[in-house]
Each structure stands twice: as structure tokens, then as C-alpha cells.
């Protein structure tokens, strides 16, 4: 579903269109009217692309943040863990002190994967071609087709 802006953007576009000579207009009226329209279509379109272009940059600086934040947890985690697990594992079923450092390991990077996979994930399900504005261009292309023929 659009949103308001996106439908402001198309109803000045599809208003600018609207030309009404009521037989009066020149040629020149005519030309003036086109250029003016045109320049006015891609200022619209342009400004159109930026603000869905800044919308993907947004999703895909979150997605940058959680792939770094997990990295971070991770890291902090396999830290923490390792000092205190090891200790705990080796103390509580007499293993020695190398299985149980492998052991919570494992686990702290099993959960580090996780996280940085989701946010990865998250990332390549991003698309950065501002697909709105491609759509209205190409509609635009038709009108004009249309109006010229």
C-alpha cells in the first residue's frame, strides 16, 4: 500500500499532465507546458528514488548493526563463559580442564553463528533498487507515449 507521500508525488505528477488550452494555447504555450512538466516529472522522480533509497539504507543498517551486535555477544560470551564454565565443568566431573574449555566452546560459537546468521540473513533479504520509483518512471513513459502520440 503506498504511502502519503508516494501518492502526493503521483497525484502532482498525474495533475501536472492535466493540460487545459481551451483552444486558446500556442504551440509555444504548448512546448512551455511540456518542458515545464517534464522538469517537473523528474524532480519528483528523483526525489521519489531518495526517499525509497533511504529506506533500504535504513533496513540494511539495521541489519548491520544486529550482524555486529551478535558479533560482540558472541565474542563476550565465548570470554565469560569460557572462564567460568571451564572452571564449573572441571570442578563438578573431574574432566580435565581442555574438554571442558571444548565444550563451552562449542556452545558459545553454535550461539554466536546463530545471531550472526539471522542477521545476514536479514541483509540479503534486502533489495536496494528502489523498485516505487522504477514503477511510476516507467508509467510515466506510457503517459507521455501517450500524450505525444
Known amino acids: 500500500m503506498p504511502d502519503s507521500a508516494d501518492v502526493r508525488v503521483q497525484e502532482d505528477i498525474n495533475r501536472q499532465w492535466t493540460y487545459q488550452n481551451n483552444g486558446e494555447g500556442t504551440l509555444g504555450d504548448l512546448l512551455t507546458g511540456l518542458t515545464t512538466d517534464l522538469s517537473t516529472l523528474l524532480r519528483q522522480e528523483v526525489q521519489l528514488a531518495k ?4 529506506e533500504n539504507v535504513s533496513h540494511a543498517t539495521q541489519s548491520i548493526v544486529l550482524m555486529a551486535v551478535g558479533g560482540f555477544v558472541a565474542y563476550a560470551g565465548f570470554l565469560t563463559l ?3 564454565l571451564v572452571t564449573g565443568l572441571t570442578s563438578l566431573f573431574s574432566w580435565p580442564i581442555w574438554l571442558s574449555a571444548l565444550i563451552v566452546g562449542v556452545v558459545v560459537l553454535i ?3 546463530v545471531v550472526l546468521q ?5 541483509l540479503n533479504s534486502i533489495n536496494v533498487v528502489p523498485e516505487k520509483t522504477v514503477e511510476t518512471i516507467k508509467e510515466n513513459v506510457d503517459m ?3 500524450k505525444t502520440s
Not at 118 to 122: I, M, P, T
Open 51 to 54: 526517499v525509497e533509497t533511504m
Open 82 to 84: 569460557l572462564v567460568a
Open 111 to 113: 550461539i554466536g553463528v
Open 118 to 122: 539471522s542477521g545476514r540473513g536479514q
Open 144 to 146: 507521455i507515449k501517450e
